[in-house]
């Protein structure tokens, strides 16, 4: 990972950032093509180990660090990216009709100071036939999710426009992905809010699905958060009655926060939202206020937004991430990051006596609660709903 930083990152960080990072996708596409290039950078990155191995939703994980969607949004590269050891993949966010994005340039900025970046993407994609028909010959060792969201056009589309591109956005990948996560809303993409943040039209949606398909590959919400407990069991009171329904994605707008080391006047300059190491603590929060409501053996959440480390990624899961997503991170530590990730985890489970990364998984709850939690031991920290406290 060293040599990433001292001498890869230095020169990619000479070049435009959303340049470089296409002209990067299409050069490690290039690269992967070949079997054989595959199967030697699956050698340098490997690490596994029983202990990261986890099955939730009726798919099988050979650890819980994955990749979210929005680094390759078309798929162009995915198969080369998996040789880096996640433990799971998105491609995405797809939209159902091709969209150039947001038109303003630049819209992808570095913000070195804070090891963050802020985007203004406004999920630009080929399009959900397109990007379908690329996966068609995609085989991974891990399981490939397909993140989708509503098309960028510029304007709030009407609510049945949105429920039902939605509908229809996941059809051509049906068969071919492991699972879907439906993006209710991109913070950066120019029509603004989500219709989907209000319950009652996010029942609609969940009622489209079930209504045109007989079955459906587990989905998760990628969900705008609330953080209030009586906000976030009337998310849970809608998705109760949709069984594919497996989980959340929990997500906060990333607004820059005033203790970033960047010059104000550099972020004048730049839109969008930041992601980075600012994010982790609200990430923590917001793993712990929806575990308290969540029934984990109903749900899983997954969780990204800060995690550079090991240490990261373990305290997530102890608030209660069953899996973890890795993003800007890539771009300041390089591909050897998984990898270090992984053995990290193993020596924080040995630390502490477990023998799975899945018994970690909302530990810190129990504690914090004065109970006293063996190694091994299931932690179900869901009180009835009509008073509990959100910690």
């Not at 996708?25 to 699956?42: I, Q, S």
């Not at 660090?65 to 680094?71: E, I, Q, T």
């Not at 913070?187 to 969940?206: F, H, I």
Request: glycine share 8%; net charge neutral; with cysteine.
């Amino acid at each position: 990972m060293s040599f990433y930083r001292w001498c890869v990152r230095p020169f990619l960080f000479q070049f435009d950032p959303e340049w470089i990072h296409h002209h990067t996708l299409l050069a490690a596409r290039a690269v992967g093509r070949p079997a054989l290039m595959r199967k030697a950078l699956t050698r340098l990155f490997e690490f596994d180990d029983p202990r990261l191995h986890v099955s939730y939703a009726g798919l099988d994980f050979p650890n819980p660090v994955g990749l979210p969607g929005g680094f390759d949004k078309n798929g162009l590269a995915i198969e080369t990216i998996a040789t880096a050891g996640f433990g799971f993949l998105e491609v995405g966010s797809v939209s159902l009709h091709p969209s150039a994005g947001n038109p303003e340039r630049p819209r992808l900025f570095r913000l070195p100071l804070d090891e963050s970046i802020m985007i203004y993407y406004g999920v630009p994609n080929e399009g959900a036939d397109a990007i379908a028909k690329r996966l068609t010959t995609v085989r991974l060792p891990a399981p490939l999710g397909i993140n989708v969201v509503e098309t960028n056009t510029g304007r709030m589309a009407p609510t049945e426009e949105v429920i039902e591109e939605l509908a229809e956005s996941v059809r051509p990948f049906l068969g071919m992905v492991d699972y879907i996560v439906i993006n209710m809303n991109c913070p950066n993409s120019m029509g603004g809010a989500s219709v989907l943040d209000e319950p009652k039209t996010l029942q609609r949606l969940l009622e489209s699905y079930r209504e045109r398909y007989p079955s459906l590959p587990p989905m998760f919400l990628k969900i705008n958060v609330p953080l209030e407990a009586h906000r976030i069991d009337a998310v849970l009171e809608v998705t109760d009655s949709y069984p594919f329904v497996k989980g959340f994605i929990p997500s906060a707008g990333k607004k820059p926060p005033s203790s970033l080391r960047t010059p104000r006047e550099q972020l004048a300059k730049m839109r969008g939202s930041v992601t980075g190491p600012h994010t982790r603590e609200g990430a923590n929060e917001i793993m712990r206020a929806w575990y308290a409501r969540i029934d984990p053996s109903r749900y899983i959440l997954v969780s990204a937004g800060g995690i550079f480390s090991a240490e990261d990624a373990y305290e997530r899961i102890r608030a209660g991430a069953s899996l973890v997503q890795v993003y800007t991170a890539l771009i300041y530590r390089g591909p050897g990051l998984v990898k270090n990730i992984k053995q990290g985890l193993c020596a924080l489970l040995e630390r502490d006596g477990l023998k799975n990364i899945s018994e970690a998984v909302g530990i810190d709850h129990a504690r914090r609660a004065g109970k006293s939690v063996a190694p091994g031991a299931a932690t179900s920290p869901m009180p009835a709903k009509d008073d509990a406290p959100v910690e």
